[in-house]
């Protein structure tokens, strides 16, 4: 049958492509993803990896390891991350004072009474 | 809702998603190098399916967000139109795909214009009409244990870790607890595992939950884990309600496993979808199609099939193995199958498919695991107390680590009886490790 079979659907990365990349040596999963573009898309290989590999291993390559998976690992909103660097701040409010405090004490100690 | 401006009804607590394949709106984008059309594949928040434009916003996952009265929807990456989107030339002109190393690189001027022309089509979506507002606010939350996963084995763990006296806190991303045992129609009859009895899936799910709850486990819903904080924390996505940051002695990955994908040709049809997703539809009150051809003979397949045959389908089956690739232009109108030393060309408006699931390593890894590769996979490694050790020494099964896998992420098959042996002796590690603070 004729037709486009999917290794990737994210980016677009046919079968074809993933065995041409093979052939040209890419022959472990990270160098076929850097190549490919494979696992780089929406679904950061949730959907294609297994497939990717198997294909792999199927080619006589090495499929031992997967590529580095990375947070976040489900789309997330900058809007949404901000809150962490809003409390990154607080907390290093919270300790520059701390600091403060500890030295004022600190200073407190030694002052001669 | 609209779509497009068209009227889109939908009723009860569904999924955009599955109002929108109620519709009959299956064609929902268009991929990013050849325009092919895009339709829900997983309903899980796994693929690129059904990704929406909702009211001014790009790239919302429609089947894990809740539809909602006057909700304006628009498809995305669509050139022209959404029945003939010009840009679907590329994938013509392109048969075996594109090597973007070489086509038109090197060449001077062409290069260039070729770079402009990509930057303009590729991508998903466009940006939002309106700047949104940051979220200011964590919810921070402490438990004991956290168990990442309400699926089967993350509700066995929380009753036997409730069962124990521990404070646990259960972080799912669908809106109900049940994971994947939400993928099987209603009330399908199944067994789960080699020694199993045939169970109602929604008793054993409703049994679970209520059984998890009597042992004080809590349930926090729509959130979905994002990853491993410095110091060990763990950071989810609370979808509307901004971050949640999870402090926990003991954390357990019950994620399960991603859906199998076959190499056929146009797997990425809309109306190809995986058997989970189609049950998940059913179970949403949304048969996928009036002749569904049913490929493979899991669980998922088996339950599908018999429920749609009673909801009045014309059910075909074949094999994963005969199964070569599905056929239509822009949604599924057929199947090619392998029959003895020829094919067999079918006629079908759905293309199901049960393939081995792939365990959902990733988070694990991240947090320090070591994984092996298998046929459906990568599967965490996990010691015989289903511990995996904490990053940066990576030593399976270290005393210390607080870190435990249960269920189809470590590769096991959904089996409820093998998933509670492993989840009393993780259970009594956990409490082990607990107590020893």
Not at chain 1, 73 to 100: C, G, I, K, T
Not at chain 2, 45 to 67: E, K, Q, Y
Not at chain 2, 223 to 247: S, Y
Not at chain 2, 361 to 370: N, T, Y
Request: aromatic share 4%; proline share 4%; charged share 20%.
């Amino acid at each position: 049958m004729k037709g486009k079979i999917l290794a990737c659907r994210c980016e677009d990365v046919t079968l074809h492509e993933l065995e041409d990349a093979i052939a040209r040596g890419h022959d472990d999963i990270e160098s076929l993803k850097r190549y490919t573009g494979f696992g780089t898309g929406w679904c950061q290989g949730k959907s294609c990896l297994a497939l990717c590999a198997r294909v792999l291993a199927a080619k006589g390559g090495d499929a031992s390891l997967p590529f580095t998976p990375r947070p976040p690992y489900h789309p997330v909103s900058l809007a949404h991350l901000a809150a962490l660097v809003a409390d990154d701040d607080e907390e290093n409010e919270d300790s520059a004072r701390d600091a403060r405090d500890a030295r004022d004490e600190h200073d407190g100690e030694d002052a001669p009474t | 809702m609209t779509l497009d401006g068209a009227s889109i009804v939908a009723d009860g607590d569904a999924s955009l998603a599955s109002a929108l394949v109620a519709a009959g709106q299956l064609e929902l984008a268009r991929s990013p190098k050849f325009h092919r059309p895009r339709g829900p594949s997983c309903m899980r928040g796994g693929c690129d399916g059904c990704l929406v434009r909702l009211d001014g916003m790009p790239n919302v996952m429609s089947c894990m967000t809740r539809a909602k009265p006057g909700a304006k929807l628009e498809r995305q990456n669509v050139v022209l139109s959404a029945k003939l989107d010009v840009l679907r030339a590329a994938d013509w002109f392109f048969p075996d795909g594109m090597n973007h190393h070489e086509m038109f690189a090197g060449v001077p001027g062409v290069q260039d214009i070729m770079q402009s022309l990509a930057r303009r089509v590729a991508g998903l979506g466009e940006l939002p009409e309106h700047a949104v507002a940051a979220h200011t606010a964590i919810d921070d939350l402490t438990a004991d244990v956290l168990i990442v996963g309400a699926g089967l084995a993350g509700l066995v763990a929380a009753c036997v870790l409730g069962r124990l006296g521990l404070g646990v806190i259960v972080l799912d991303e669908g809106m109900r607890p049940g994971g994947s045992l939400l993928s099987f129609p209603e009330h399908a009859k199944v067994a789960l595992g080699v020694d199993g009895a045939i169970v109602d899936i929604d008793e054993l799910r409703a049994n679970l939950v209520s059984e998890a709850a009597s042992a004080g486990a809590t349930f926090v819903a729509e959130t979905t884990l994002l990853g491993v904080l410095e110091g060990g924390d763990w950071l989810g996505n609370g979808h509307d309600r901004g971050l949640v940051r999870v402090k926990a002695r003991a954390r357990i990955l019950a994620v399960g496993a991603h859906d199998g994908v076959p190499a056929i040709v146009a797997n990425d049809l809309p109306g190809v979808l995986s058997a989970r997703a189609a049950g998940r539809l059913l179970r949403e009150g949304v048969l996928i199609g009036d002749a569904p051809l049913v490929v493979g003979d899991g669980l998922h397949a088996e339950a599908f099939a018999a429920a749609a045959a009673g909801h009045g389908a014309k059910v075909q089956r074949a094999s994963l193995a005969s199964l070569q690739g599905a056929r239509g232009l822009s949604r599924v109108r057929g199947a090619v199958l392998t029959e003895g030393s020829g094919t067999r060309k079918v006629s079908c408006d759905a293309v199901v498919v049960d393939a081995p699931c792939a365990p959902s390593f990733e988070l694990a890894v991240e947090a320090g695991a070591r994984v092996t590769h298998g046929e459906p996979g990568f599967s965490v490694v996990v010691d015989v107390d289903g511990r995996f050790g904490g990053a940066p020494s990576g030593d399976v099964g270290s005393r210390n680590s607080p870190l435990f896998a249960l269920g189809e992420v470590t590769g096991a098959a959904l089996d409820h009886a093998a998933f509670a042996r492993a989840a009393s002796r993780l259970g009594r590690a956990v409490a082990a490790l607990v107590e020893a603070r």
